[in-house]
């Protein structure tokens, strides 16, 4: 599998920033390519909700609710990936987990899942 590894979380107030990121390190694994990487997030008693994804190419997704708030990057010479959160609000607060989307043959792939790290929003 592929471990990934998170960092940057935190408690910061409404409308402060944070930079989370996520590195993507192959444990007992043969990575044949790493493909979308993601952010999903799951705040207390809701579903986990997609945040952001961004391809190997670089094309970003975006959820409507975080549109022009957030940017995802990547570093595809590092396997990591990066969301810059911006104009961050109460709702934001939630457990931020990285996944990753990989393949270890041509044509054989899965997706592997960080812990998560919390991001929580003061008010």
């Known amino acids: 599998q592929v471990q990934l590894v998170e960092s940057g979380g935190g408690l910061v107030q409404a409308g402060g920033s944070l930079r989370l990121s996520c590195t993507a390190r192959?444990?007992?694994?043969?990575?044949?390519?790493?493909?979308?990487m993601g952010w999903y997030r799951q705040a207390p008693g809701k579903q986990r909700e997609l945040v952001a994804t961004?391809?190997?190419?670089?094309?970003?997704n975006y959820a409507d609710s975080v549109k022009g708030r957030f940017t995802i990057s990547r570093d595809n010479a590092v396997n990591t990936a990066y969301l810059q959160m911006s104009r961050l609000r109460p709702e934001d607060t939630a457990v931020y987990y990285c996944?990753?989307?990989?393949?270890?043959?041509?044509?054989?792939?899965?997706?592997?899942w960080g812990q998560g790290t919390q991001v929580t929003v003061s008010s």
């Open positions: 192959p444990s007992g694994a043969t990575v044949f390519s790493i493909n979308d």
């Open positions: 961004i391809t190997n190419g670089g094309s970003a």
């Open positions: 996944n990753v989307d990989w393949n270890y043959t041509p044509i054989v792939s899965r997706v592997d």
